[in-house]
């Protein structure tokens, strides 16, 4: 299958920061990329879905501006926690998409924030 | 309604044993059915995917029923290492949604 690297794996922030979460398609192109966030024994929730060089496309519910996605290349996608607070604490895990997708989901490791 | 709901598990059972797990969807428009395998605290990664014709993997078998839009997993001959939480995936119009996922544990 296809490899979906992401990074960091753990982060541990203060409360008013902001954090940054890369996800890298290594071996394929990445035309789209999803965006997922999950909380303990809950299943996984889409944030956004992203396509390169367009604007990412956000579920209802979720910021905007506290959540920004970029798409710049096609084989690179990050997502920017602003202004980080200790709800915003939880798994994020981004997966990708290339031009042949059939529907079945590559994720990344997943990042484990942690805001103090 | 969630638009993909699963067993609420765990299910707790001993090696060995056949297992089995259901997944509902409510989108009629659903085009593709996956289940995924999550270890703790880890990425969830493809198991296997879902068709009507049913889908065997080993000792996995997977299975659709689009009329009754519900989605199946058996797992045969229980090993230690099937421990996990099994996701059913529904995608359609270009993104998937989750079940809540069911947590088996299997024990010697």
């Known amino acids: 299958g296809a490899v979906v690297s992401q990074h960091p794996s753990r982060v541990i922030c203060k409360s008013g920061t902001s954090v940054k979460i890369e996800c890298r398609s290594l071996?394929?192109?990445?035309?789209?990329m999803f965006w997922y966030r999950q909380f303990p024994k809950k299943s996984l929730m889409l944030m956004a879905t992203s396509n390169e060089g367009s604007k990412a496309t956000y579920e209802q519910g979720v910021e905007k501006d506290k959540f920004l996605i970029n798409h710049a290349s096609l084989t690179l996608s990050t997502l920017t926690v602003t202004s980080a607070h200790p709800e915003d604490s939880s798994f994020y895990i981004c997966s990708a998409t290339g031009t042949r997708h059939t529907g079945e989901l590559f994720f990344g490791e997943g990042s484990r924030l942690t805001v103090l | 309604r969630k638009e993909v709901e699963q067993d609420p598990g765990p299910f707790n059972v001993p090696e060995g044993a056949t297992v089995a797990f259901n997944c509902t969807y409510s989108?009629?428009?659903?085009?593709?059915f996956f289940w995924y395998r999550q270890d703790c605290r880890k990425e969830p990664k493809l198991l296997m995917s879902?068709?009507?014709s049913g889908n065997e993997d080993g000792r996995f078998t997977a299975q659709l029923n689009r009329a009754s839009q519900y989605i199946s997993l058996l797992i045969r001959d229980s090993k230690l290492s099937d421990s996990a939480t099994y996701l059913c995936?529904?995608?359609?119009?270009?993104?998937?949604?989750f079940g809540d996922g069911t947590t088996l544990t299997v024990k010697p």
């Open positions: 071996d394929f192109q990445a035309t789209t």
């Open positions: 879902v068709y009507s």
């Open positions: 989108n009629s428009a659903s085009q593709s």
């Open positions: 995936a529904v995608e359609g119009a270009g993104k998937s949604t």
